[in-house]
């Protein structure tokens, strides 16, 4: 059908290897050739930033800066559902000592930096990091707070720290709509045939995996930070949902008010491809 090759560029993390499981043990045929590269989401925010890959995983924080070489494709989107990035500390801080204090983030341009400048837009001395490496910088007392991500937001008490703020339901209670985490981008030069090609696969990967646990866990496990099969099943639950699936109703109201605040003036026909 098609004589293509498309380079795929995703994150390890369980909710993203749980959308393209499928595609990746060879379950979900393809009418062309796809390849996969696996980095973390800031390295990705930055390789979307410069425009590497035509098809990618990115921030949507980051959506004002890629928005005009990039579309959002309609499925394989981490919206959360009154969860998000959580906020934690090494004590239960109250929002008055921030100032005093310093926080550690998972990159610069991800969504949950992103949520945190809406949470706290004061001065505060920032520190940049590698998700998986937030939880051993409280640990070894080299930030106060630290805002974790993936399977780190599930597993924090184990390491004896305290929820400051789920920024998911602060972004919840403040706009009434699901968060937008992150999404999978497709060059807009892309032609749409191969588009709608790349959701009609991703949706088939996405039920397949739902309906055959057995084989995705131990393959997400290849990937994942936390092996502990529950935080990894709580993982995938808490951010591959019916949005994951398909862009709607409040969802898009959602990205509607987010793409408002990164003054991304276009509507959102323009800039998500399919809907």
């Known amino acids: 059908m098609f004589n293509t090759e498309l380079e795929i560029a995703i994150s390890p993390c369980p909710n993203d290897m749980f959308i393209v499981s499928g595609i990746l043990l060879n379950k979900i045929p393809t009418p062309f050739k796809l390849t996969f590269h696996l980095e973390d989401i800031e390295t990705l925010n930055n390789l979307a930033i410069k425009k590497n890959f035509p098809v990618i995983k990115a921030s ?22 009154g969860a998000g ?6 004590n239960p801080y109250k929002t008055e000592e921030f100032s005093k204090l310093k926080v550690v983030i998972p990159g610069k341009h991800t969504t949950a930096h992103f949520l945190f400048n ?15 490496e937030v939880i051993p910088y409280l640990f070894k007392n080299k930030a106060e707070l630290g805002i974790l991500i993936h399977e780190g937001r599930f597993i924090y008490s184990k390491y004896h720290l305290y929820k400051i703020m789920d920024l998911g339901k602060f972004w919840k209670k403040t706009t009434k709509t699901p968060l937008p985490l992150g999404g999978i981008f497709v060059k807009k030069e892309i032609p749409s045939e191969i588009k709608n ?7 088939k990967s996405i039920l397949w995996a739902k309906k055959n646990w057995k084989e995705v866990l131990p393959f997400l496990k290849n990937y994942a930070q936390e092996l502990d099969s529950i935080t990894i099943k709580k993982h995938v639950f808490t951010y591959v949902n019916e949005y994951t699936y398909e862009l709607k109703n409040s969802a898009l109201e959602g990205l509607t008010i987010l793409k408002d605040i990164l003054k991304i003036k276009k509507p959102l026909k323009e800039i998500i491809w399919g809907i």
């Open 118 to 132: 809406l949470f706290y837009p004061h001065k505060i001395k920032k520190i940049f990091t590698k998700y998986y």
């Open 85 to 90: 990035p959580l906020l934690v500390g090494i």
């Open 197 to 203: 090609e790349l959701i009609h696969i991703f949706r």
């Open 60 to 81: 949507f924080g980051i959506w004002n800066l890629i928005a005009e070489e990039y579309e959002l494709l309609p499925v394989g989107s981490a919206i959360g559902l």
